[in-house]
């Protein structure tokens, strides 16, 4: 079973800068498309960024674009720097991952593997 194992969460105030590491475990073949994804209490998860396979292609969703980056360090490692992070940015940051090409890449109906989750808090 493929695992994906995050990090970086943290507490952090407006306007600073952090950056979640994902990486999947386990009987990986192949390369993976990797997307975050957050979910803030009650609300409906939300799609964040994803890279493609070979992380030449990347997509935002517009509140992120110029302040997320989001890249493969490594055939199947992703990180998500963040910058300039607002208080609207706090929430569970999950990793997810799927061995089908882009596709509907901010469905998150799509992706077969997902992380536990890790805490992101913006707060003054």
């Given amino acids: 079973q493929v695992q994906l194992r995050e990090s970086g969460g943290a507490l952090v105030a407006p306007?600073?800068?952090?950056?979640?590491?994902?990486?999947?475990?386990?009987?990986?073949?192949?390369?993976?498309?990797m997307a975050w994804f957050r979910r803030d209490g009650v609300k409906a998860r939300q799609?964040?960024?994803?890279v493609g396979k070979t992380g030449a292609t990347t997509y935002y969703r517009d509140?992120?674009?110029?302040?997320?980056?989001?890249?493969?360090?490594?055939?199947?490692?992703v990180h998500l720097e963040m910058n300039d992070l607002k208080l609207e940015d706090t929430a569970v940051y999950y990793c997810a991952a799927k061995t089908a090409v882009l596709g509907e890449y901010a469905d998150?109906?799509?992706?077969?593997?997902?992380?536990?989750?890790?805490?992101?808090?913006?707060?003054?």
């Fill in 47 to 50: 799609w964040v960024a994803t």
């Fill in 108 to 124: 998150s109906s799509t992706y077969s593997f997902w992380g536990q989750g890790t805490q992101v808090t913006v707060s003054s």
């Fill in 63 to 77: 509140s992120v674009k110029g302040r997320f980056t989001i890249s493969k360090i490594a055939e199947n490692t």
């Fill in 15 to 33: 306007g600073a800068s952090l950056r979640l590491s994902c990486e999947a475990l386990g009987p990986v073949r192949g390369r993976l498309t």
